[in-house]
């Protein structure tokens, strides 16, 4: 298994794609420095008042909110395209009929694979958590709390190893591009419905509308619950049920509103979601004629 | 009681459009080099995917060594070249042969000694250090025969190994399995280059929309069908219907514009071709052209080639081809 892990580490890292990864990021990151400089700019300059405190905080929310919902993209399209074909793919190329007759159980390959995505994507991901946090420090503020930003990165990373299980169980179905055209639609169906989650509440429908609305959002979010899952990180990070009454988190950011936080019940569920898509994913590999 | 090399009991594998092969019995001895010929999409790489492990049979065992084919412990008694794969561009040829040799489970220190080894063997050589994206569709071939003898496997599968080779290529390649076989190791050869199956194999298969058509010794195929050849001066066709109705054989004008001039002219030397059992049927046909007053110039034995033994053992048959 460490054999394959090294393996696909190389991969990631001879296919240049870390290397793209990373260069794109630090563009991003750049970008990122001169919005959050730009939204800095007109905080009233009077330390010790509570109005420059709560001022701060939300502008620091918002620059944070902004930076993780381009982050959350990166992570979660990494995470999809780093392993979408890795089953179909290679078996349409012919590297699979070369090692899969050596003698290794197909269940050690596959976690081998696995662990080698994840870890690579959970550390992509703690660098981005962190220069987010940084860039976003410099020109304004962000919480402290070790346990609050630890749970939000952890919430933060939990959605490459979902994501990845989901890739790889696809890839062990369909073809590399229709797994690829698959993850894409499933993936975009959740932050769809996210985003419908997200503005209805603002939009001031009717009760006979938002109801069946709710219903369908609440559907999307159980079948891909990445978007569910940054929204909850989010709340984690500015430690919303202390600061709701403080700062107004959905009339001041509709795109990013915090209304509908996800419980622990739908963490527990997420937890589910992932173990079970890469147990089936395992056990479809498993078969698998090559 | 000696166990087979490879013995499979009627093995099947079955797909939805009807493709795969069907009741597969074969038993190959250790040692012994194995040829399995047939027409493309007759089920070949199927049966050999089914005995690696990389599909699963419909119905039917088969044991490698004794060992269960899909288990562990078979892999672990074979090296395998596929027909059709690609390895990982992004490695370097000896890297590629050094991730084989670590799921192999092989030593370290053996290892270090004998992919370089393996490398100059197979005509790779200093360009293991290349990666594997600047290898032609010949070094790929060389590079999988490595990957397939790095762990020094008792069983050997290789599914058309010199297919993207050169004629040179392809000497090394039947080299390097001449001396796997004088080894002691057992050799199951896929191919479509009969002369390699003739020139290595002991027994062989022939396999037709998924089923065995014919088996046997490769010497017993070839020496059942000597055809022999005389050269006759002064021929007239009427020779040759008196010949067939006086010894009851089949005897005909041999093929080729050279012959049939001859034959056509009435007056020249022509080849006449026949079956015959034994060489005291060579003598008795030799007497009549003589005692009819003709020239014999010359007699040589035919032995028939593998390849026309293949194409008259599928010729007429109805064969669903790579497209069915």
């Known amino acids: 298994?460490?054999?394959?892990?090294?393996?696909?580490?190389?991969?990631?890292?001879?296919?240049?794609?870390?290397?793209?990864?990373?260069?794109?990021?630090?563009?991003?990151?750049?970008?990122?420095?001169?919005?959050?400089?730009?939204?800095?700019?007109?905080?009233?300059?009077?330390?010790?008042?509570?109005?420059?405190?709560?001022?701060?905080?939300?502008?620091?929310?918002?620059?944070?909110?902004?930076?993780?919902?381009f982050g959350s993209f990166v992570v979660a399209f990494l995470s999809i395209f780093s392993s979408f074909s890795v089953i179909a793919g290679e078996a349409e190329q012919g590297v699979m009929q070369?090692?899969?007759?050596?003698?290794?159980?197909?269940?050690?390959?596959?976690?081998?694979?696995?662990?080698?995505?994840?870890?690579?994507?959970?550390?992509?991901?703690?660098?981005?958590?962190?220069?987010?946090?940084?860039?976003?420090?410099?020109?304004?503020?962000?919480?402290?709390?070790?346990?609050?930003?630890?749970?939000?990165?952890?919430?933060?990373?939990?959605?490459?190893?979902?994501?990845?299980?989901v890739a790889m169980l696809g890839s062990g179905i369909f073809s590399a591009l229709g797994n690829g055209v698959f993850m894409t639609m499933l993936y975009g169906a959740g932050w769809l419905g996210g985003m419908i989650d997200k503005v209805s509440g603002s939009l001031g429908l009717d009760e006979l509308v938002l109801k069946p609305l709710n219903n369908i959002t609440g559907i999307i979010s159980l079948i891909m619950p990445s978007d569910s899952i940054q929204r909850r990180?989010?709340?984690?990070?500015?430690?919303?049920?202390?600061?709701?009454?403080?700062?107004?988190?959905?009339?001041?950011?509709?795109?990013?509103?915090?209304?509908?936080?996800p419980s622990n019940s739908f963490l527990v569920y997420a937890a589910i979601y992932t173990v079970a898509a890469f147990v089936l994913g395992m056990l479809r590999f498993r078969r698998k004629d090559l | 009681m000696t166990v087979a090399a490879i013995e499979a009991r009627g093995l099947t594998k079955q797909y939805d459009n009807g493709r795969g092969?069907?009741?597969?019995?074969?038993?190959?001895?250790?040692?012994?080099a194995f040829g399995f010929l047939g027409p493309n999409g007759a089920g070949k790489s199927t049966f050999v995917k089914m005995l690696v492990g990389l599909i699963t049979p419909t119905s039917g065992t088969a044991n490698l060594l004794g060992e269960p084919i899909g288990t562990l412990a078979s892999k672990r008694l074979i090296g395998y070249l596929p027909e059709l794969y690609r390895y990982q561009e992004w490695l370097s040829g000896e890297e590629v042969v050094r991730l084989h040799a670590k799921l192999c489970g092989v030593d370290r220190s053996v290892a270090r000694h004998r992919i370089p080894q393996l490398l100059e063997e197979v005509g790779i050589g200093r360009r293991g250090s290349?990666?594997?994206?600047?290898?032609?569709?010949?070094?790929?071939?060389?590079?999988?025969?490595?990957?397939?003898?790095?762990?020094?496997?008792?069983?050997?599968?290789?599914?058309?190994?010199?297919?993207?080779?050169?004629?040179?290529?392809?000497?090394?390649?039947?080299?390097?399995?001449?001396?796997?076989?004088?080894?002691?190791?057992?050799?199951?050869?896929?191919?479509?280059?009969?002369?390699?199956?003739?020139?290595?194999?002991?027994?062989?298969?022939?396999?037709?929309?998924?089923?065995?058509?014919?088996?046997?010794?490769?010497?017993?195929?070839?020496?059942?069908?000597?055809?022999?050849?005389?050269?006759?001066?002064?021929f007239t066709p009427f020779l040759l219907s008196w010949l067939n109705d006086t010894t009851g054989l089949a005897i005909t004008l041999a093929e080729g514009a050279a012959a049939s001039a001859g034959a056509a002219s009435g007056l020249s030397a022509c080849w006449?071709?026949?079956?015959?059992?034994?060489?005291?049927?060579?003598?008795?046909?030799?007497?009549?052209?003589?005692?009819?007053?003709?020239?014999?110039?010359?007699?040589?034995?035919?032995?028939?080639?593998?390849?026309?033994?293949?194409?008259?053992?599928?010729?007429?048959?109805?064969?669903?081809?790579?497209?069915?």
Not at chain 2, 21 to 32: N, S
Not at chain 2, 288 to 294: A, F, T, Y
């Open chain 1, 1 to 69: 298994m460490t054999t394959i892990l090294v393996m696909t580490w190389k991969e990631l890292l001879r296919k240049r794609v870390m290397l793209l990864t990373l260069m794109m990021t630090a563009l991003f990151l750049l970008a990122f420095w001169f919005v959050a400089d730009t939204l800095s700019l007109d905080i009233p300059e009077d330390p010790m008042s509570g109005d420059y405190l709560i001022e701060q905080f939300s502008r620091g929310s918002f620059i944070l909110m902004l930076g993780f919902f």
């Open chain 1, 98 to 165: 070369a090692l899969m007759p050596r003698p290794i159980p197909r269940s050690q390959w596959y976690l081998g694979r696995w662990l080698g995505y994840v870890s690579l994507g959970v550390l992509y991901a703690l660098l981005l958590f962190s220069a987010i946090l940084l860039v976003t420090d410099v020109h304004s503020n962000v919480p402290r709390d070790f346990g609050a930003l630890m749970k939000s990165y952890l919430l933060f990373a939990s959605t490459v190893p979902m994501l990845i299980s």
């Open chain 1, 233 to 261: 990180m989010l709340s984690e990070l500015f430690s919303y049920d202390e600061m709701d009454g403080l700062v107004n988190f959905s009339s001041s950011f509709n795109l990013f509103s915090l209304d509908r936080i």
């Open chain 2, 21 to 32: 092969c069907r009741d597969v019995t074969i038993q190959v001895g250790k040692g012994e």
């Open chain 2, 130 to 234: 290349d990666r594997v994206k600047h290898y032609s569709k010949g070094m790929q071939q060389r590079l999988g025969l490595a990957c397939a003898l790095v762990g020094d496997p008792p069983i050997v599968f290789l599914d058309e190994p010199s297919s993207a080779l050169d004629p040179i290529g392809r000497r090394e390649v039947r080299r390097i399995l001449e001396r796997l076989k004088a080894q002691g190791k057992t050799i199951f050869l896929n191919s479509h280059l009969l002369e390699d199956v003739e020139a290595l194999c002991d027994r062989m298969a022939l396999l037709n929309n998924g089923q065995i058509l014919r088996h046997g010794q490769v010497s017993e195929v070839l020496q059942t069908r000597t055809r022999w050849r005389f050269k006759v001066g002064g």
């Open chain 2, 272 to 324: 006449l071709e026949a079956e015959l059992e034994d060489e005291e049927q060579v003598g008795w046909i030799n007497s009549l052209i003589v005692q009819q007053g003709m020239t014999l110039y010359e007699v040589t034995s035919v032995r028939e080639r593998l390849e026309e033994w293949f194409m008259n053992a599928v010729s007429g048959l109805e064969h669903r081809g790579e497209r069915g």
